[in-house]
């Protein structure tokens, strides 16, 4: 048996279209109405372009913003609503993607030239700051074992850049100690600081 009685319900596009029409008015019920008959839909669909929940609900309300805008130009000779707001979803979620590689980019650009600029300073790295500190250390090390005028002699040859005649001169030694004990002292710290490398 068929029923006869005229049809009370909307098709679910004729409702949708009417709802984006009086959208296209500026009725905020007919958004709210909207928004709860099509964005888990939306949401979906936002999901599956952004992957993320959180980008895909941000994509959600911008699309949402640009309907209540652009909702007097829809129509549905040219679209379904489902197809039109689809497309709006699909819009939205391309431009925050863009926008989200570009901010990465350029994060990365500016991290890049970070390094950069460190990697080209003249200041010294870490590692060479450790590396010299532990040569330092073992040379300490080493010095300490020559007695102490041999220690006084080779340092300041080194540290003072002094001749072994001026160093002569200053210590009131004769030129032959000085030459003497200048190459015992290298050679001993040679010994020794091979033990630490």
Known sequence: ?????PMTALSPDA??????????????TALRLLYD???????????????????????????????????????????????????????RALDLLRKRTADRAHLTQEFDEIMEG??????????AIADASEQAWALHQCLSQLEGRQREVVSLAYLRDLSHS??????????GTVKTWIRRGLEKLRVCMGRFA
């Open 118 to 127: 460190t990697m080209q300073s003249d200041a010294p790295d870490p590692s």
């Open 15 to 28: 409702e949708l279209m009417a709802l984006i029409d009086r959208v296209g008015q500026r009725d905020e």
């Open 166 to 175: 001026e160093l002569a001169e200053q210590l009131k030694l004769p030129l």
């Open 37 to 91: 008959r099509t964005a888990p839909k939306l949401f979906g669909l936002a999901l599956r372009v952004v992957r993320q929940r959180e980008w895909a609900e941000d994509v959600v309300q911008e699309a949402f913003m640009t309907i209540w805008r652009v909702a007097g130009d829809y129509r549905a000779t040219l679209s379904p609503p489902m197809a039109w707001m689809g497309l709006i979803v699909r819009s």
């Open 1 to 5: 048996m068929f029923d006869n009685s």
